[in-house]
Nanobody, 122 residues
Framework: VQLQAFGGGLVQAGGSLRLSCVASGRTFSTYAMGWFRQVPGKEREFVAAISWSGGRTNYADSVKGRFTISRDNAKNTLYLQMNDLKPEDTAVYCC????????????????WGQGTQVTVSS
């Protein structure tokens, strides 16, 4: 599966953004999906994950209550709604897919999209 993320941008603290990740191929609905983020010089960080059906989700503590992961299997699209953004949310956000259950470990993901930059100004 090929993944393409978009929707990043520059936003003020307290603002919102919605990221999208479009997948190619017919098997999107069989993959668990995740969002990760990375700041230069730091390790990639788990943000959120969702099961193939959308019935299970998992969030990093740092975004819980502010971010919402969702998916539309009919559109082969994964979303990340980000509200109440903070400067520390600034990073490159990537989507990833794995065949199996949801997981917070980036090493468990098989396919990665290119990142989209999110910058939150104070």
């Amino acid at each position: 599966v090929q993944l393409q993320a978009f929707g990043g941008g520059l936003v003020q603290a307290g603002g919102s953004l919605r990221l999208s990740c479009v997948a190619s191929g017919r098997t999107f609905s069989t993959y668990a999906m995740g969002w990760f983020r990375q700041v230069p010089g730091k390790e990639r960080e788990f943000v959120a994950a969702i099961s193939w059906s959308g019935g299970r989700t998992n969030y990093a503590d740092s975004v819980k209550g502010r971010f919402t992961i969702s998916r539309d299997n009919a559109k082969n699209t994964l979303y990340l709604q980000m509200n109440d953004l903070k400067p520390e949310d600034t990073a490159v956000y990537c989507c990833a897919a794995r065949y199996g259950s949801i997981d917070y470990r980036d090493t468990r993901y098989d396919y990665w999209g290119q990142g989209t930059q999110v910058t939150v100004s104070s």
